[in-house]
């Protein structure tokens, strides 16, 4: 059973897990890994770089003479035992790109998702007269009050695509603010996001966005 407040934050009835959500998620925590993995990998730049001995600028020349000078014997300053020498081993640029098969992402999703519906994390949002598109008042929908909002649960709102203008927007702009709150939408969900947060506050449409969608057995 999921809760479902309205906009004032008040809670007006529940709701039944989704059948999609409503199995076990044992044996499914490598997936998950593997998901999250996956997700952070490809955010990667992979163009960190550092120079060889033969990239760096200078070192032409013997610094001194092979014998005679009681010093260790020293072919280029540009050496890598040298101070602004060359860089042994260093990083230089490649991908991080991690591949994952559409059934075991959409099977990382549904665990992440059943996860939290088990543990009591997800919160539905009432939307039919949604109105909150101030800080303050999205501080006291989700926390009780904005002070409670400085050291609450971290909490993801996500919100359907489709309600992108009359429901997103406001809620993107009411939750710049604050701290502790994420503000998404159904697309752009990720298992990260979900593993993430401690509380998920699904809209109304959004809710069931992701029980269609998971249903129906779409792979993302």
């Known amino acids: ?12 009835r529940e709701v039944e897990t989704p059948a ?23 955010r990667r730049a992979g163009t960190a770089d550092t120079k ?3 990239e760096v600028r ?4 013997k610094p001194w003479k092979q014998k005679g000078t009681g ?20 990083p230089h640029p490649r991908t991080y ?12 999703m549904v665990a992440a998702l059943t996860d939290k519906f088990h543990s009591g994390g997800v ?25 409670a909002a400085k050291t609450g649960a971290t909490s993801l709102v996500v ?3 489709e309600e992108l203008v009359a429901v997103g927007t406001p809620l993107r702009r009411a939750g710049r603010n604050l701290q502790r709150v994420s503000v998404t939408h159904t697309g752009e969900l990720d298992v990260k996001d979900v593993v993430a947060c401690a509380r998920l506050v699904l809209t109304t449409a959004a809710f069931d966005a992701l029980a269609d969608k998971f249903a129906a057995g779409e792979a993302r």
Not at 3 to 8: E, F
Not at 58 to 61: L, N, V
């Open 1 to 12: 059973m999921a809760q479902v407040i309205d906009a004032k934050g008040k809670a007006v």
């Open 71 to 90: 010093r260790a014997r020293q072919g280029s300053i540009r050496s890598p035992q040298w101070a602004h020498g060359g860089v042994v081993f260093g």
């Open 20 to 42: 999609a959500f409503s199995g076990s998620v044992d044996g499914k925590a490598n997936a998950i890994f593997r998901a999250v993995f996956r997700e952070l990998a490809n």
């Open 97 to 108: 790109v991690s591949s994952l098969n559409k059934k075991e992402r959409r099977a990382a």
């Open 159 to 161: 919100f359907a695509t």
């Open 58 to 61: 200078g070192g032409g020349r």
């Open 123 to 147: 919160t539905v949002l009432d939307t039919a007269a949604f109105d909150v598109s101030k800080t303050k008042a999205l501080a006291t929908l989700l926390f009780g009050s904005p002070n």
């Open 52 to 54: 060889k001995r033969d």
